[in-house]
Nanobody
Framework: QLQLVESGGDLVQPGGSLRLSCAAS?????????IGWFRQAPGKKREGVSC????????DYAYSVKCRFTISRDNAKNTVYLQMNSLKPEDTAVYSC????????WGKGTLVTVSS
């Protein structure tokens, strides 16, 4: 079964850091596909955060996280990461990873809470 599973969400102080992971199930070769990170805060629409192409040749970030977050992938571990630094309360959201191919698939999400 093709699945994406996020992990790494936690309660963190403002200014702190977290690394989120998006791991693919066996048989799902994540290295072949572009992956995006999205987030949805309570009462708000889901927004794109970052994306990475299959070759990692292109990376993109939302303005709100640019210079603070870094997306990367480890093909040996079949995992995509989102390193989040200098976290702000407004970063609080459920973070989900997404693959458009071979068919649209979302992870269930991991909760990031930034609060003092």
């Amino acid at each position: 079964q093709l699945q994406l599973v996020e992990s790494g969400g936690d309660l963190v102080q403002p200014g702190g850091s977290l690394r989120l992971s998006c791991a693919a199930s066996s048989g799902f070769t994540l290295r072949n596909y572009a992956i995006g990170w999205f987030r949805q805060a309570p009462g708000k629409k889901r927004e794109g955060v970052s994306c990475i192409t299959s070759t990692a040749g292109n990376l993109d970030y939302a303005y709100s996280v640019k210079c603070r977050f870094t997306i990367s992938r480890d093909n040996a571990k079949n995992t995509v990461y989102l390193q989040m630094n200098s976290l702000k309360p407004e970063d609080t959201a459920v973070y989900s990873c997404y693959a458009e191919r071979p068919f649209p698939i979302w992870g269930k999400g991991t909760l990031v809470t930034v609060s003092s």
